[in-house]
T-cell receptor, first 114, second 115 residues
């Protein structure tokens, strides 16, 4: 079984500040990990994913995340927030032997202040 | 561009009146999913098709049904919508074939209002 915990349902940062969205997972098998972004009244868009290989993965819009097995974490970061980053962010885990079934975290709403 | 398309984007139906939401994909993916997402919540998987094989989540109400007539199309039927079924409904696809990219690709969603 797998689960995902996103710490902080709401995160507020100033424009230009560091963005850090936290994600911890549990999985009984090696996981695939994903971050999705959702803008209002839109579907989910993949930001980045970790499957195998390099543990620091870079995604779209300047975001990156690091898979830390020892901490069971996959936190999402961006060095400098932009107003257009305001959205809902979902972390998700998929067991690597389960045909792409996703378990989502509860989501974090990112607000960016001017 | 290859994509997942959902129609309509906004649907209003009356309490108890059957409604069908549609999803199509040009990605030729063999798996299609339907999620329900209520306000400020994560998407909740209702069911998925692996090719023609239908897989229902244990807690999906019987009121929700699905059809996949071919690879490209998938439909969500709500037989008797209640007020609690008002939500965003998301369709997604993925490929589990060799060389698949593992992630799910989402459509823009259909927002269902029940009056």
């Amino acid at each position: 079984a797998q689960s995902v915990t996103q710490l902080g349902s709401h995160v507020s940062v100033s424009e230009g500040a560091l963005v850090l969205l936290r994600c911890n997972y549990s999985s009984s098998v090696p996981p695939y990990l994903f971050w999705y972004v959702q803008y209002p009244n839109q579907g989910l868009q993949l930001l980045l994913k970790y499957t195998t290989g390099a543990t620091l993965v870079k995604g779209i819009n300047g975001f990156e995340a690091e898979f830390k097995k020892s901490e069971t974490s996959f936190h999402l970061t961006k060095p400098s927030a932009h107003m257009s980053d305001a959205a809902e962010y979902f972390c998700a885990v998929s067991p690597n032997n389960a045909g792409n079934m996703l378990t989502f975290g509860g989501g974090t709403r990112l607000m960016v202040k001017p | 561009d290859a994509m997942v398309i959902q129609n309509p984007r906004y649907q209003v139906t009356q309490f108890g009146k059957p409604v069908t939401l549609s999803c199509s994909q040009t990605l030729n993916h063999n798996v299609m999913y339907w999620y329900q997402q209520k306000s400020s919540q994560a998407p909740k998987l209702l069911f998925h098709y692996y090719d023609k094989d239908f897989n229902n989540e244990a807690d999906t109400p019987d009121n929700f049904q699905s059809r996949r007539p071919n690879t490209s199309f998938c439909f969500l039927d709500i037989r008797s919508p209640g007020l609690g079924d008002a939500a965003m409904y998301l369709c997604a696809t993925s490929s589990v074939l060799a060389g698949g990219r593992y992630e799910q690709y989402f459509g823009p969603g259909t927002r269902l209002t029940v009056t």
